[in-house]
């Protein structure tokens, strides 16, 4: 493990989404071959979203042959409701790039059956190869 010490949360922000958006351009995603990311919601990451967003408006960066899964998600709150990681996600971070809907996966909270979202999630994963990052 590295440990990177910065002055202030927006160098910690835009050094991980360098990190982030290096590692995705050196895999060289494409059709058949996606780049996995697992992700984190809250306030910490916000800032590294908002650079990324700025990477893929600047042309810099592309999320098309990306996948995605969260680490969380709230359990009986709908997924509309604006507190949901579900809606956090979307609002602060997925409807700015260009990721396939079907390629950000995030556990619902509401499933009757929570361990087998949970085991279903995880086969999700596997299928796609593991998380790159």
Not at 48 to 53: A, F, N, S
Not at 69 to 83: A, C, I, Q, S, T
Not at 89 to 112: C, S, T
Request: negative net charge; aromatic residues 14%; glycine residues 6%.
């Amino acid at each position: 493990m590295r440990l990177v010490i910065l002055e202030d949360y927006d160098q910690a922000s835009e050094w991980a989404a360098k990190y982030i958006c290096n590692r995705i351009i050196q895999f060289k995603p494409s059709q058949g071959r996606y780049f996995t990311l697992g992700l984190p919601t809250g306030s910490t990451p916000l800032g590294c979203y908002r650079k990324l967003i700025e990477y893929h408006k600047n042309g810099d960066l592309s999320f098309k042959y990306v996948k995605t899964f969260n680490m969380d998600e709230y359990v009986g709150l709908p997924r509309n409701h604006p507190e949901s990681y579900h809606s956090y996600m979307w609002n602060n971070f997925f409807k700015h790039i260009d990721i396939d809907p079907n390629n950000a996966h995030i556990l619902d909270g509401n499933a009757p059956d929570l361990q087998a979202e949970c085991d279903a999630f995880e086969k999700k994963i596997e299928e796609a190869g593991g998380i790159d990052l």
